[in-house]
């Protein structure tokens, strides 16, 4: 059980890399973008930590204010879910 967790976890947070980086590539395209809805469902579902990364890292969204303040409290509940499931895989 705990290996699925921690293969949905690195999956979703590096799903929420990759579509920050195509919106990016796509924006500074004029092309069709990806929704905030998916950006934040990513986020809401786990992928808040590498998501929050790479906005920073690449510059994107970085001018929302949303994005600044509630993605880094999501990647942190993320972090704080990811220790609890360690704490208690490891549990002596």
Not at 20 to 46: F, P, T, V, Y
Not at 64 to 80: E, G, R, T
Request: aromatic share 12%.
């Amino acid at each position: 059980m705990y290996n699925a967790f921690f293969i949905y976890f690195a999956a979703i947070n590096i799903l929420g890399a990759l579509i920050n980086i195509i919106d990016k590539i796509k924006a500074q395209h004029g092309r069709w973008r990806i929704s905030e809805k998916a950006l934040w469902m990513c986020g809401i579902l786990g992928g808040a930590p590498l998501s929050y990364i790479t906005m920073k890292l690449i510059r994107h969204k970085t001018k929302h204010k949303s994005f600044m303040i509630i993605m880094p409290i999501l990647a942190v509940a993320d972090i704080a879910l990811l220790a609890l499931v360690l704490y208690n895989l490891y549990e002596v």
